[in-house]
Protein backbone atom coordinates (compact mmCIF):
# COMPACT_ATOMS: atom_id res chain seq x y z
CA UNK A 1 0.00 0.00 0.00
CA UNK A 2 1.39 3.56 -0.58
CA UNK A 3 0.48 6.74 1.54
CA UNK A 4 1.46 9.98 1.00
CA UNK A 5 3.00 12.67 3.26
CA UNK A 6 3.22 15.92 2.39
CA UNK A 7 5.52 18.12 4.27
CA UNK A 8 4.25 22.00 5.01
CA UNK A 9 5.54 25.56 6.73
CA UNK A 10 3.57 28.40 6.12
CA UNK A 11 2.39 26.92 2.51
CA UNK A 12 0.20 28.72 0.37
CA UNK A 13 -3.42 27.45 1.19
CA UNK A 14 -4.75 27.75 -2.33
CA UNK A 15 -1.92 25.66 -3.68
CA UNK A 16 -2.43 22.93 -0.87
CA UNK A 17 -5.57 22.72 -1.50
CA UNK A 18 -4.79 21.99 -5.03
CA UNK A 19 -2.12 19.41 -3.77
CA UNK A 20 -4.50 17.93 -1.78
CA UNK A 21 -7.33 17.12 -4.47
CA UNK A 22 -4.63 15.78 -6.91
CA UNK A 23 -3.46 13.29 -4.58
CA UNK A 24 -5.90 12.44 -2.19
CA UNK A 25 -8.17 10.78 -5.24
CA UNK A 26 -4.56 8.66 -6.47
CA UNK A 27 -3.83 7.14 -2.37
CA UNK A 28 -5.67 5.69 0.32
CA UNK A 29 -4.46 8.38 3.01
CA UNK A 30 -2.24 11.42 2.85
CA UNK A 31 -0.84 12.60 6.33
CA UNK A 32 0.13 16.20 6.50
CA UNK A 33 3.74 17.18 8.94
CA UNK A 34 3.40 20.74 9.71
CA UNK A 35 6.33 22.07 10.50
CA UNK A 36 5.19 24.56 13.32
CA UNK A 37 3.13 26.86 10.74
CA UNK A 38 1.24 30.09 11.89
CA UNK A 39 -1.79 29.31 9.40
CA UNK A 40 -2.03 25.66 10.78
CA UNK A 41 -5.86 26.76 11.07
CA UNK A 42 -6.10 26.64 7.60
CA UNK A 43 -4.28 23.89 7.14
CA UNK A 44 -6.45 22.04 9.88
CA UNK A 45 -9.70 23.28 8.00
CA UNK A 46 -8.18 21.65 4.56
CA UNK A 47 -8.01 17.92 5.91
CA UNK A 48 -11.28 18.19 7.57
CA UNK A 49 -12.63 18.61 3.98
CA UNK A 50 -11.32 15.57 3.61
CA UNK A 51 -12.23 11.75 4.38
CA UNK A 52 -8.58 10.47 3.94
CA UNK A 53 -6.32 13.29 5.45
CA UNK A 54 -5.06 13.96 8.57
CA UNK A 55 -2.25 16.48 9.85
CA UNK A 56 0.49 15.85 12.68
CA UNK A 57 1.00 18.90 13.88
CA UNK A 58 4.52 19.98 15.28
CA UNK A 59 5.46 23.32 17.24
CA UNK A 60 8.37 23.82 16.28
CA UNK A 61 9.97 23.60 12.38
CA UNK A 62 12.41 20.62 12.81
CA UNK A 63 13.44 20.57 9.14
CA UNK A 64 12.46 18.96 6.05
CA UNK A 65 14.65 15.38 6.95
CA UNK A 66 12.45 15.23 10.60
CA UNK A 67 9.07 15.69 8.85
CA UNK A 68 10.11 12.91 6.12
CA UNK A 69 10.70 10.37 8.37
CA UNK A 70 7.47 11.37 11.10
CA UNK A 71 5.82 10.95 7.91
CA UNK A 72 7.48 7.63 7.03
CA UNK A 73 6.68 6.64 10.89
CA UNK A 74 2.83 7.34 10.25
CA UNK A 75 2.83 5.65 6.74
CA UNK A 76 4.30 2.16 8.49
CA UNK A 77 2.22 2.16 11.57
CA UNK A 78 -1.13 2.84 8.66
CA UNK A 79 0.07 -0.72 7.23
CA UNK A 80 1.97 0.98 4.36
CA UNK A 81 4.90 -0.63 2.62
CA UNK A 82 5.55 2.52 0.48
CA UNK A 83 5.46 6.52 1.19
CA UNK A 84 5.09 9.11 -1.76
CA UNK A 85 6.57 12.29 -0.49
CA UNK A 86 5.40 15.64 -1.50
CA UNK A 87 6.12 19.09 -0.96
CA UNK A 88 3.51 21.66 -0.17
CA UNK A 89 3.90 23.42 -3.27
CA UNK A 90 3.83 20.07 -5.45
CA UNK A 91 0.49 18.80 -7.83
CA UNK A 92 0.27 15.62 -9.33
CA UNK A 93 -0.98 14.45 -12.57
CA UNK A 94 -3.84 11.76 -13.06
CA UNK A 95 -2.67 8.59 -12.84
CA UNK A 96 1.18 9.83 -11.86
CA UNK A 97 1.02 7.54 -8.59
CA UNK A 98 -0.33 4.43 -10.80
CA UNK A 99 2.22 5.53 -13.13
CA UNK A 100 5.67 5.32 -10.59
CA UNK A 101 3.85 2.23 -8.94
CA UNK A 102 4.31 0.09 -12.10
CA UNK A 103 8.09 0.34 -11.70
CA UNK A 104 8.33 -0.36 -8.08
CA UNK A 105 9.98 -4.32 -7.14
CA UNK A 106 12.68 -5.66 -5.79
CA UNK A 107 15.98 -3.58 -5.50
CA UNK A 108 14.18 -0.48 -6.35
CA UNK A 109 14.56 1.91 -3.30
CA UNK A 110 12.42 4.62 -5.03
CA UNK A 111 10.87 5.87 -8.15
CA UNK A 112 10.37 9.37 -8.89
CA UNK A 113 8.50 11.79 -12.07
CA UNK A 114 9.73 13.97 -14.42
CA UNK A 115 9.39 17.25 -12.87
CA UNK A 116 8.25 20.38 -14.44
CA UNK A 117 9.37 23.75 -13.00
CA UNK A 118 6.71 26.15 -13.10
CA UNK A 119 9.69 29.03 -13.31
CA UNK A 120 11.39 27.00 -16.39
CA UNK A 121 9.12 24.53 -18.65
CA UNK A 122 5.44 24.50 -19.59
CA UNK A 123 3.64 21.30 -19.88
CA UNK A 124 3.74 21.74 -23.52
CA UNK A 125 7.70 21.88 -23.19
CA UNK A 126 7.09 18.28 -21.55
CA UNK A 127 5.10 17.41 -24.29
CA UNK A 128 7.33 17.76 -27.05
CA UNK A 129 10.95 16.02 -25.03
CA UNK A 130 11.40 12.39 -26.77
CA UNK A 131 12.24 10.95 -23.69
CA UNK A 132 12.33 7.05 -22.75
CA UNK A 133 9.61 5.72 -20.44
CA UNK A 134 12.14 5.38 -17.85
CA UNK A 135 15.64 6.18 -16.87
CA UNK A 136 18.19 5.36 -13.65
CA UNK A 137 19.66 7.59 -11.91
CA UNK A 138 23.42 7.55 -11.99
CA UNK A 139 24.36 9.97 -9.50
CA UNK A 140 22.86 10.97 -6.22
CA UNK A 141 23.15 14.69 -6.67
CA UNK A 142 24.19 15.74 -10.17
CA UNK A 143 20.47 15.58 -11.80
CA UNK A 144 19.53 13.59 -8.74
CA UNK A 145 16.28 12.08 -7.64
CA UNK A 146 14.52 14.89 -5.54
CA UNK A 147 12.21 14.26 -2.53
CA UNK A 148 9.05 16.11 -4.27
CA UNK A 149 6.45 13.18 -5.77
CA UNK A 150 9.36 10.32 -5.18
CA UNK A 151 7.37 6.73 -3.76
CA UNK A 152 9.85 5.22 -1.49
CA UNK A 153 10.42 1.97 -0.40
CA UNK A 154 9.87 1.88 3.49
CA UNK A 155 11.95 -1.54 4.00
CA UNK A 156 14.88 0.24 2.19
CA UNK A 157 14.29 3.37 3.94
CA UNK A 158 14.68 1.60 7.33
CA UNK A 159 17.70 -0.20 6.08
CA UNK A 160 19.43 2.95 5.32
CA UNK A 161 19.02 4.60 8.33
CA UNK A 162 15.87 6.99 6.97
CA UNK A 163 16.95 10.52 5.89
CA UNK A 164 19.51 12.14 7.96
CA UNK A 165 18.11 14.71 10.23
CA UNK A 166 21.32 16.70 10.43
CA UNK A 167 20.94 18.27 6.95
CA UNK A 168 17.56 19.98 7.98
CA UNK A 169 16.84 21.47 4.51
CA UNK A 170 18.42 21.00 1.31
CA UNK A 171 20.98 18.19 0.20
CA UNK A 172 18.39 15.78 2.39
CA UNK A 173 17.35 14.05 -0.69
CA UNK A 174 20.57 13.65 -2.39
CA UNK A 175 22.38 12.20 0.85
CA UNK A 176 19.60 9.88 0.68
CA UNK A 177 20.28 8.96 -1.95
CA UNK A 178 23.65 8.39 -1.84
CA UNK A 179 22.98 5.95 0.88
CA UNK A 180 20.06 4.60 -0.90
CA UNK A 181 22.76 3.80 -3.97
CA UNK A 182 25.55 2.57 -1.28
CA UNK A 183 22.91 -0.20 -0.22
CA UNK A 184 23.01 -1.63 -3.41
CA UNK A 185 19.23 -0.16 -4.87
CA UNK A 186 18.48 1.76 -7.69
CA UNK A 187 16.39 4.94 -8.16
CA UNK A 188 14.31 5.32 -11.49
CA UNK A 189 12.52 8.41 -12.87
CA UNK A 190 9.32 7.80 -14.87
CA UNK A 191 8.86 10.03 -18.09
CA UNK A 192 5.76 8.93 -18.35
CA UNK A 193 4.75 10.61 -15.27
CA UNK A 194 5.08 14.37 -14.49
CA UNK A 195 4.72 16.72 -11.98
CA UNK A 196 3.65 19.93 -11.47
CA UNK A 197 6.61 21.34 -8.79
CA UNK A 198 8.48 24.47 -7.81
CA UNK A 199 12.00 25.14 -7.20
CA UNK A 200 13.11 28.53 -5.47
CA UNK A 201 12.33 31.25 -7.47
CA UNK A 202 13.88 30.73 -10.64
CA UNK A 203 14.04 33.03 -13.55
CA UNK A 204 16.05 32.99 -17.27
CA UNK A 205 19.58 34.48 -17.73
CA UNK A 206 21.17 35.13 -20.47
CA UNK A 207 24.29 32.72 -19.76
CA UNK A 208 24.03 29.24 -21.26
CA UNK A 209 25.87 26.45 -19.38
CA UNK A 210 26.69 22.67 -20.29
CA UNK A 211 25.16 20.08 -18.27
CA UNK A 212 24.79 16.10 -18.49
CA UNK A 213 20.97 14.64 -18.67
CA UNK A 214 20.31 11.46 -16.75
CA UNK A 215 21.95 9.65 -19.89
CA UNK A 216 25.42 11.48 -19.08
CA UNK A 217 25.09 13.80 -22.50
CA UNK A 218 26.18 16.82 -22.35
CA UNK A 219 23.92 19.81 -23.34
CA UNK A 220 23.97 23.59 -23.81
CA UNK A 221 21.16 24.82 -21.99
CA UNK A 222 20.15 28.59 -20.69
CA UNK A 223 21.10 29.06 -17.01
CA UNK A 224 18.21 29.43 -14.73
CA UNK A 225 18.81 32.16 -11.37
CA UNK A 226 17.99 30.13 -8.39
CA UNK A 227 15.78 32.71 -6.49
CA UNK A 228 17.20 31.21 -2.81
CA UNK A 229 16.46 33.32 0.33
CA UNK A 230 19.52 33.95 2.38
CA UNK A 231 18.26 31.45 4.64
CA UNK A 232 18.86 28.83 2.17
CA UNK A 233 21.98 30.17 0.47
CA UNK A 234 23.32 29.39 4.03
CA UNK A 235 22.03 25.72 3.95
CA UNK A 236 23.12 25.14 0.79
CA UNK A 237 27.07 25.66 1.60
CA UNK A 238 26.28 24.34 5.18
CA UNK A 239 24.56 21.24 3.54
CA UNK A 240 27.45 20.58 0.48
CA UNK A 241 30.53 20.85 2.95
CA UNK A 242 28.54 18.09 5.29
CA UNK A 243 27.93 15.80 2.37
CA UNK A 244 31.69 15.92 1.20
CA UNK A 245 32.47 15.28 4.73
CA UNK A 246 30.41 12.39 4.82
CA UNK A 247 30.86 10.56 1.07
CA UNK A 248 33.47 12.35 -0.89
CA UNK A 249 36.30 10.24 -0.05
CA UNK A 250 34.58 7.69 -2.18
CA UNK A 251 33.22 9.64 -4.22
CA UNK A 252 35.89 11.68 -5.21
CA UNK A 253 36.10 14.31 -7.79
CA UNK A 254 32.76 13.17 -9.58
CA UNK A 255 30.05 14.58 -6.93
CA UNK A 256 28.80 18.22 -6.68
CA UNK A 257 29.29 18.83 -2.81
CA UNK A 258 31.73 21.50 -1.70
CA UNK A 259 33.27 21.41 -5.20
CA UNK A 260 29.69 23.48 -6.53
CA UNK A 261 29.87 26.33 -3.83
CA UNK A 262 32.41 28.07 -6.07
CA UNK A 263 29.72 28.30 -9.10
CA UNK A 264 27.04 28.84 -6.77
CA UNK A 265 28.34 31.97 -4.89
CA UNK A 266 29.43 33.55 -8.35
CA UNK A 267 26.26 32.58 -9.93
CA UNK A 268 24.16 34.33 -6.99
CA UNK A 269 26.31 37.41 -6.90
CA UNK A 270 25.93 37.71 -11.41
CA UNK A 271 22.18 37.34 -11.43
CA UNK A 272 20.49 37.62 -8.01
CA UNK A 273 19.60 40.98 -5.75
CA UNK A 274 20.34 40.68 -1.57
CA UNK A 275 23.82 39.84 -2.67
CA UNK A 276 25.39 40.72 0.66
CA UNK A 277 23.76 39.16 2.87
CA UNK A 278 23.54 35.67 0.68
CA UNK A 279 27.12 36.05 0.51
CA UNK A 280 26.98 35.99 3.99
CA UNK A 281 25.08 32.53 4.17
CA UNK A 282 26.91 31.38 2.21
CA UNK A 283 30.34 32.21 4.10
CA UNK A 284 28.52 30.97 7.09
CA UNK A 285 27.33 28.05 6.07
CA UNK A 286 30.70 26.32 4.94
CA UNK A 287 31.78 27.10 8.30
CA UNK A 288 29.01 25.41 10.22
CA UNK A 289 29.87 22.98 7.76
CA UNK A 290 33.05 21.89 8.46
CA UNK A 291 32.58 22.49 12.90
CA UNK A 292 29.25 20.62 12.96
CA UNK A 293 29.56 16.86 13.97
CA UNK A 294 29.10 14.47 12.02
CA UNK A 295 26.09 11.73 13.10
Known amino acids: MIIAGIVTFEPDIDRLQENLVAVSQQVPHVFIFDN????????????????????????TNDGIAAALNRLAEAALDHGANF????DQDSVCFPTMVSKLATELGE???MVTPYI????KQTLEDYHRLNLPRVERYRQPARRGAITSGAIVDLTAWRRVGGFDEL????????DFNQRLMDAGYAILRVNAAPLLHEVGRATLTWLRVPRKDLSGRWRIERF?????SPFRCYYKARNRVIFTRKHGRKLGL???GVWQIPQQIALTLMFERQRLAKLKGFVRGIRDGLRVPLT
Open 83 to 86: LLTL
Open 254 to 256: THE
Open 224 to 228: FAFGH
Open 116 to 119: IDRN
Open 107 to 109: GIG
Open 167 to 174: FFIDYVDY
Open 36 to 59: GSTNSEAISNLADASTNVSVIYNK
